[in-house]
Each structure stands twice: as C-alpha cells, then as structure tokens.
C-alpha cells in the first residue's frame, strides 16, 4: 500500500497520461474528512453511475444526496473522454467490501470472489465513476474506455503498481454490479498495455464535437421517505419495511437507491441482519430478482442497490434480523434516499 497522492500530483499524473481534466470548484479539499481513514491506498476502482449526462452525473458525484453525502469519488469521466475532479481525499465511492479481496490486491494475485463486507474501500481506493446507466445496453464510446483506461494507469504508474491494482466495484463487494458493459480482465489488459508505454505515448484523448448525448438528459428526481414508527422484528423472519408505502419504486426507471435502518443499540452483537431487495409485480405478487445484503450487530445498517426497474415491476425491500438466542429485535427508524429517472 502507499501513502496517497496529493491532489497537485494526480492532476499532474492524468495530464502527463493525455487526458482531458476538468477540475470542478474546490475539489482539491472537498472530502470526507473526519468520517474515517483515508490512505494508505492499494488501488483504483471502477464504477458506473447509473445517470446520463455530464452535468447531472458530476452534480451527484460532487454533491451526493440525502443519506450519502458527497463527493462519491475522486473523478467522473464522461462519455467525450473528459475527467472531470470532483474531490480528494476520502469519498464515499467503494464502501464496505472483502478483506481478502483487498490483500489480493495489495499482493497483485488473482482476485477471490467477494463474500464478505468487513473492510473500508474508501480508506483504501481512489474511485472513477464513468457515466453510464449500467444496464448492459447503454454503449461505452471508445474515447471514453480508453480515458478510463488513461486515469487508472495514471495512478497505478505514480504508485508503481501493476494493472492488477485496478478493479470494478462488482470485484470489491457481492452487494454490486458495477461497471457492466465489459469485463474487468480485459480492461486491466488494457491498462497494463498502457503501462508498457512511455506516460502519455499516443494522441491525447479526443472530444467529440457534438454533446447532445451528455447535456439533454433531465436532472434526477430524489426518493427520500422514512418511518419512525418502532416494529418488532421476530428472529429468523423477513419483514417488509413501510416507507410511504411499501413500495419503494415502480418502473420503468433507473435507480441508486440507499435504505438506512436503524436498530436498537441493545441488539446482540452477534444479530445477522440481512436486507433484500426485490421486485414484484403491480399485484405484489410474483417476487424476483432478489439481492441480499448482510449486516452484523445492532445499530445503524445501510444497504444499497442501483440499477432499473422494469416497466410494470415494482421494487420492495425486506429486513430480516437473526439472533442466536431467537429473542427479537425492534427496528426504531427507517429512511430510503437516492436519485432516480424515469425511463420509457
């Protein structure tokens, strides 16, 4: 691991790499310091927004949204290959993730699957999120792969780190899918490709004259319910969680959507708190498309998923806590945040 650059070298870094930087307000200073460690780092990880458009996309990254504040990474690259530096410092991008996914890492070996979420990424990893909705269909523009591909060899070569250093944040933590529309092993080839060659070796990356794909897309709407009402949680049982309605969201729209609940303190420290999203149909019936995520211990969980929810579907969420002792456990306060768009 190393001691992480100051923000002076990794601008320097990315432009010595040829890419196109936009630095955006105080990013130089804008962190989340004071809320956790940040440094030493082992490596870079890639993510996809879930958002269209330039604007809307660094406006979330740099600022955040109710119950996540900002930055949410280090830098947003768009669609024209342009990195635009919305903070520095520790940024709530990688989140909880595995242990033994971050030695592989530090040792550059092959990376295990995920399975476990008991370590800080954002003390760990530089973070670039890359505009794109994220659903397998949304297309990468070359210019923006290879700017991509540019950033994280620009920090891996400051470092002196191998591409083995760069992953995706489905490759940090099960909770995850992201970046989808390429697979990361070809993606590091293409990083260690770059770092066979002389920093900056190649035309820098170019901008596209037309923007019409980036700046047309509406601003998100913001989801943001909660409950204080207090609910007994029987051990072993999934409970559905009320927010306005037990709807959390109905399709068709794109999502990035973070439930917080809280327990009681008191709560044994050994409770396996699981949450699940899901989707039903118009009726609530005919649930699919689970995905599970686990917690341990009483106090506050968050629990996060982006993505879309199809036309005629509707998103719910689940929270089931398990005690050893069977006792219950009583839930005091739950909150759903996030922006989403509507889709056609």
Not at 44 to 62: D, E, L, Y
Not at 234 to 249: I, K, N, R, Y
């Amino acid at each position: 691991m190393a001691t992480p650059l100051t923000a002076a070298r990794v601008l320097a870094a990315l432009k010595a790499e040829g890419v196109t930087v936009v630095e955006v307000g105080s990013w130089r200073t804008h962190n989340r310091s004071g809320h956790g460690a940040w440094g030493p780092v082992a490596g870079v990880v890639v993510h996809h927004t879930v958002t269209s458009g330039t604007a809307a996309s660094v406006a979330i990254c740099r600022d955040g949204y109710s119950g996540l504040p900002g930055p949410l990474c280090h830098g947003v690259i768009d669609k024209r290959g342009v990195v635009h530096l919305v903070g520095w410092g520790r940024a709530n991008h990688a989140g909880s993730g595995d242990g033994d996914v971050l030695r592989a890492v530090i040792a550059e070996k092959p990376l295990p699957a995920p399975n476990e979420n008991d370590t800080d990424g954002n003390a760990r990893f530089y973070g670039f999120e890359c505009v794109n909705l994220g659903d397998g269909k949304d297309p990468w523009p070359a210019v923006q792969l290879e700017a991509m591909v540019r950033a994280s060899a620009a920090l891996c070569r400051a470092h002196g780190w191998s591409a083995a250093s760069v992953i995706g944040h489905k490759e940090w933590t099960n909770t995850k899918s992201d970046p989808r529309g390429f697979t990361m092993a070809d993606f590091r080839a293409r990083v260690a490709a770059r770092l066979r060659k002389a920093p900056g070796a190649g035309t820098s990356t170019p901008t596209p004259t037309d923007p019409s794909q980036e700046d047309t897309v509406p601003n998100p709407s913001m989801l943001n319910e909660s409950n204080a009402t207090d609910v007994e949680l029987p051990s072993g049982e999934w409970v559905g969680l009320a927010f306005a309605d037990p709807v959390v969201h109905s399709g068709p729209r794109l999502h990035n959507t973070l439930v917080h609940i809280s327990l009681d303190e008191n709560s044994p420290d050994d409770a396996l708190v699981e949450g699940r999203f899901y989707l039903t149909d118009t009726s609530g019936k005919n649930p699919s498309a689970f995905q599970t995520i686990t917690r341990h211990g009483g106090g506050g969980h968050q629990f996060a998923l982006s993505g879309t929810v199809p036309a005629g579907k509707h998103l719910r969420f689940q929270l089931r806590v398990k005690t050893s002792d069977a006792t219950p456990v009583t839930l005091l306060h739950r909150t759903a945040t996030g922006p989403y768009w509507a889709t056609t």
